[in-house]
Nanobody, 117 residues
Framework: QVQLVESGGGLVQVGGSLRLSCAAS????????VGWYRQAPGKQRDFVAV???????SYVDSVKGRFTVSRDNAKNMLYLQMNSLKPEDTAVYYC???????????WGQGTQVSVSS
């Protein structure tokens, strides 16, 4: 079955950096659109960044210029480099896969990112 495992979250000060990783298994990783979402306490889960199978990138406006999404298809890995972190970036970050064949959505368990001011 599809399995997504995130890592790399933690506590960081304002202006700091973190790199999130997502290890995927059970899918042909290179064929799928993959990305990151986040959910702050008491709020809905929101889109952060996505990278298509063809390498097209898209970001929510609030992270443009600060976050970079990338993938390593040979390792079945997805990454999110987060720089210049702000308190409003505090959330649980989820790895997401939109399966190319059946359109199903798959999620990881999430990793907590906390930015202190």
């Amino acid at each position: 079955q599809v399995q997504l495992v995130e890592s790399g979250g933690g506590l960081v000060q304002v202006g700091g950096s973190l790199r999130l990783s997502c290890a995927a298994s059970g899918i042909i990783f290179s064929a799928n659109t993959v990305g990151w979402y986040r959910q702050a306490p008491g709020k809905q889960r929101d889109f952060v960044a996505v990278i298509t199978s063809g390498g097209v990138l898209s970001y929510v406006d609030s992270v443009k210029g600060r976050f970079t999404v990338s993938r390593d298809n040979a390792k079945n890995m997805l990454y999110l480099q987060m720089n210049s972190l702000k308190p409003e970036d505090t959330a649980v970050y989820y790895c997401h896969v939109l399966h190319w064949l059946d359109g199903r959505h798959y999620w990881g368990q999430g990793t907590q990112v906390s930015v202190s001011s």
